[in-house]
């Protein structure tokens, strides 16, 4: 079995047919250049037909042309071929720059879209972009500046994104484990966290801390510096502060932000609830300790192989529609995934979507825990949403991050849904201890890192943070968000080094949208319950939509009001449930012992 991805589909190498690709790619950006410049002053509808299709083209290439050797560096840090090219296309795209904006500018005065849009299909399915880029025509710079931005980002944030990249992928951790001293990859060392040995967990949580103090320093700056640098960037547009640009770029309204927050705080009291539990469960008297997050609570011993988690993804999906079952069994027969972590690899998983050729691939690093099937499970379910909006145009296929996470998250709650039903007590405990593991990282932990970039935010427009004063306002937060429920001498003040989403120059505030996802998602699996056959017509159309609509206008698809809280307590009540279950349940195998 090849547990390495194949790219063969892009690329076979930086070879001669990449080579022509690139310039071609080249020479689709000057005919947009020159259609920016002497184009835009004849027949309207002419001018949008052809906008259409030069993006359309520039967009199929030069995501094909990124993809290749994006994928390659994420598996393999150390290629500096694949570092070279992702340079050469950074550069390239920021050419596109000038004539966007261009473009931008003259659509700005055009008010008859709509009438256009009657009369040519073109326009029509892609109106809501266009609609979309008359707003943001607001907060457009100059030409120049426009450009100057784009180049210099290349040497600020995604310069400092590069460098947290490179450093946290190639850290190793000193272990010592059975009497042997071992140096292993970070990512491999995070996952000891799941290990059924406590002595183990918790040296690899303090190796873990002492590992980030060879690093420390550099991504203290690489963070404050992104952080800055959207700050003065988004200010220097005119937004009051990147959290609206972020909402703008989500399409969610702060009515649909605030409803989510605050019935999420709501219900801190039922996860501390849980925390306290699983702390007693483990011997634990003044909350649990931070390397006990994610310790196995129940019964079973089962580590699972990669061929037992294929089995038992397919199979559950297959409870859900045939359509996301075949996806899954393609991934895996074709090798879309790159599975176990190696030095020199990313941590953590991601998917990265493919539409130009109906594909996707998957990055996990697997080493065979229930929460790694899980993670699989969830990446998947990026690859299926990729797959219903492949068709659309590519204007169409760039959905908000909140509805992102919608997909994949519903993916993971089909399999511990299905795997509940199944099991016996301990083991059933197991299983649902994993998801609740899951569902407070994506609404505590998740408020937690929402609560520190808001504080990031208001200190670094100041001045740099020292990793000091980064560790203090991460500790701060996590206290906020888990009250008593964990041992404060043992909280993670180097989260903030850990989570990769605080280093996208471009993408702020992704972390709201996780607690979003894992929400809708479980209000919607509310509703497939009901009605399976409806709900999956109706839930397909809805992913189609997500590219080409607001958010509350695609959960109305689902007669769903997310500007209310009422929707986000029914959702959190289900995990309350959940919660419930599991302290009976512990209570019950306290009892038979």
Not at 54 to 65: A, D, G, P, R, V
Not at 244 to 270: G, I, V
Not at 495 to 522: D, R, T, V
């Amino acid at each position: 079995m090849n547990l390495k991805w194949n790219l063969d589909a892009l690329y076979t190498d930086f070879d001669a047919q990449y080579e022509d690709d690139l310039k071609a790619l080249k020479e689709l950006i000057q005919d947009f250049d020159y259609f920016s410049i002497n184009e835009l002053s004849c027949n309207t509808e002419a001018i949008l037909f052809k906008y259409i299709e030069l993006n359309e083209k520039i967009n199929t290439l030069s995501s094909k042309l990124y993809a290749f050797p994006a994928l390659i560096n994420s598996a393999d840090t150390k290629n500096e071929k694949a570092e070279k090219y992702l340079d050469i296309i950074e550069q390239l795209l920021t050419q596109l720059t000038a004539p966007l904006v261009r473009f931008k500018r003259w659509l700005k005065d055009i008010d008859q879209l709509e009438l256009l849009a009657e009369k040519n299909h073109k326009i029509k399915d892609n109106l809501f972009h266009l609609n979309e880029y008359k707003k943001e025509t607001h907060y457009l710079l100059s030409d120049g500046e426009e450009v100057l931005i784009s180049k210099l980002r290349l040497t600020g944030g995604e310069a400092w994104s590069k460098l947290h990249g490179k450093l946290t992928s190639n850290l190793m951790v000193s272990l010592r484990i059975e009497g042997t001293e071992k140096e292993i990859p970070l990512s491999e060392a995070r996952n000891l966290a799941y290990d059924k040995d406590p002595k183990i967990r918790k040296h690899a949580y303090e190796q873990e801390l002492k590992s980030y103090e060879k690093i420390e320093d550099a991504i203290a700056m690489s963070i404050s510096s992104i952080k800055r640098e959207a700050d003065f960037t988004n200010g220097f547009r005119g937004y009051k502060s990147s959290l609206e640009k972020t909402l703008m770029d989500s399409r969610l309204s702060s009515d649909t932000l605030q409803a989510m927050l605050n019935a999420m705080k709501k219900y801190l009291p039922e996860f501390r609830k849980y925390l306290k539990k699983k702390g007693e469960s483990l011997g634990h008297k003044k909350g649990l300790p931070f390397y006990d997050l994610f310790a196995p609570i129940g019964e079973s011993n089962k580590t699972y192989t990669y061929d037992e988690a294929q089995r038992i993804i397919i199979d559950h999906y297959a409870s859900f529609s045939p359509s996301l079952m075949e996806f899954a069994k393609k991934a895996f027969e074709q090798n879309w995934i790159d599975v176990e972590p190696r030095e020199g690899k990313k941590g953590g998983a991601f998917c990265f979507n493919l539409p130009f050729i109906n594909e996707s691939r998957i990055l996990t690093n697997f080493t065979g825990s229930f929460s790694n099937v899980s993670t699989l499970a969830h990446e998947l379910g990026h690859g299926y949403h990729g797959q219903i909006i492949a068709e659309e145009s590519p204007l169409n296929r760039s959905y908000p991050m909140p509805l992102a996470e919608t997909a994949s998250i519903l993916c993971e709650t089909i399999v511990m849904n299905n795997l509940l039903q199944t099991l016996e007590t301990s083991e059933a405990l197991y299983v649902l201890e994993n998801s609740l593991t899951t569902s407070t990282q994506v609404i505590v932990d998740i408020l937690s890192r929402y609560i520190f970039e808001s504080e990031l935010f208001d200190k670094s427009s100041e001045s740099s943070l020292s990793s000091k004063q980064l560790q203090e306002i991460m500790l701060k937060a996590q206290k906020e968000a888990y009250g008593d429920a964990l041992d404060h001498n043992t909280l993670h003040p180097y989260m903030w080094i850990n989570k990769p989403h605080y280093y996208s120059p471009e993408l702020h505030y992704y972390n709201f949208p996780y607690a979003f996802g894992l929400l809708y998602a479980k209000g919607l699996f509310a509703q497939f319950l009901k009605d399976k056959d409806v709900f999956v017509k109706k839930y397909d159309q809805m992913l189609r939509e997500t590219g080409k609509n607001t958010i509350e206008n695609v959960a109305k698809m689902m007669d769903i009001d997310v500007t209310k809280e009422d929707f986000w307590i029914d959702s959190l009540e289900i995990i309350k449930k959940e919660i419930d279950q599991f302290c009976e349940l512990i209570d019950k195998i306290k009892t038979e012992k």
